[in-house]
């Protein structure tokens, strides 16, 4: 199972992807866990409330998303699991665009494109792999899928 999961594409293509999705979710989720950057910091950005009524307890769910923000970024930077760090994301951006910015419509401020993009990022790592530039490619042996 591990060595599907490592396992990547023989190209140079997702690094730009990673490292630019990573900078990203790096930043978010410090500003969420930690509160750097101006951030709410872990203990108000639980207290928010989760976008779906299901979501129980709210702090819980909230923790989840700032945690798989900041851990999936780290992930992708480098290239480790890459496919656990972008799937993690996109379960919080798939829930930012149906929970929070889908009302809003489609362009920004408030809408789902910048999401969505994100989203459609996470995917084209899910499926690629975090390339030969990756640490799951120094684990696999140098082996190409």
């Keep these: 199972m591990f ?6 594409s023989a190209s140079w293509t997702p690094l730009p992807l990673r490292l630019a999705l990573a900078c990203v979710f790096i930043a978010h989720g410090a500003q969420k866990v930690l509160g750097s950057f101006n951030g709410p910091g872990f203990a108000k950005f639980t207290s928010f409330p989760a976008p779906f009524s299901f979501m129980r307890p709210a702090w819980l769910w909230m923790g989840a998303a700032a945690f798989a923000e900041l851990i999936g970024g780290a992930l992708l930077l ?33 809408g789902f494109e910048y999401p969505l993009s994100l989203l459609a990022v996470c995917l084209a790592l899910l499926i690629s792999g975090g390339g030969v530039a990756s640490v799951d490619h120094a684990l696999a042996g140098g082996r190409r899928r």
């Design 78 to 110: 480098l290239g480790f699991l890459t496919r656990v760090g972008a799937f993690l994301i996109a379960c919080v951006m798939l829930t930012a665009i149906v929970g929070v910015t889908w009302q809003a419509g489609f362009f920004a401020p408030g």
């Design 3 to 8: 060595r599907r999961i490592i396992s990547t």
